[in-house]
């Protein structure tokens, strides 16, 4: 499985980002899909994270009521809508994704396949 992230960029605090995702390759095996993030002088964390059947997702306190992610199953693709955005927002997001649904479904340790970052740059 390949992932294809896209979408980042330098925006405004208080400004709106969507990143994208796509995934190739044998993606009828993935049951999760998410985002993570790593700041600088940080450890990567994650973001939001969706099962492929949209029937769990997850949200870092940091980012509920602001991000959405969502997933087109057809498009082999989950995005990523940032609202609200700010400088604490600032970061590399990665896009990762994992043929099982385990206990750790949500954190970086349950996933198999990563996709190169996108940078996202908040400024004041």
């Known amino acids: 499985v390949q992932l294809q992230a896209s979408g980042g960029g330098l925006v405004q605090a208080g400004g709106s980002l969507r990143l994208s995702c796509v995934a190739s390759?044998?993606?009828?095996?993935?049951?999760?899909m998410g985002w993570f993030r790593q700041a600088p002088g940080k450890e990567r964390e994650s973001v939001a994270v969706?099962?492929?059947?949209?029937?769990?997702?997850y949200y870092a306190d940091s980012v509920k009521g602001r991000f959405t992610i969502s997933r087109d199953n057809a498009k082999n693709t989950v995005y990523l809508q940032m609202n609200s955005l700010n400088i604490e927002d600032t970061a590399v997001y990665y896009c990762?994704?994992?043929?099982?649904?385990?206990?750790?479904?949500?954190?970086?340790?349950?996933?198999?396949?990563w996709g190169k970052g996108t940078q996202v740059t908040v400024s004041s």
């Open positions: 990762a994704a994992s043929y099982l649904f385990g206990s750790n479904w949500f954190l970086q340790e349950g996933m198999d396949y």
């Open positions: 390759g044998r993606t009828g095996s993935i049951r999760i």
């Open positions: 969706i099962r492929r059947s949209g029937a769990s997702t």
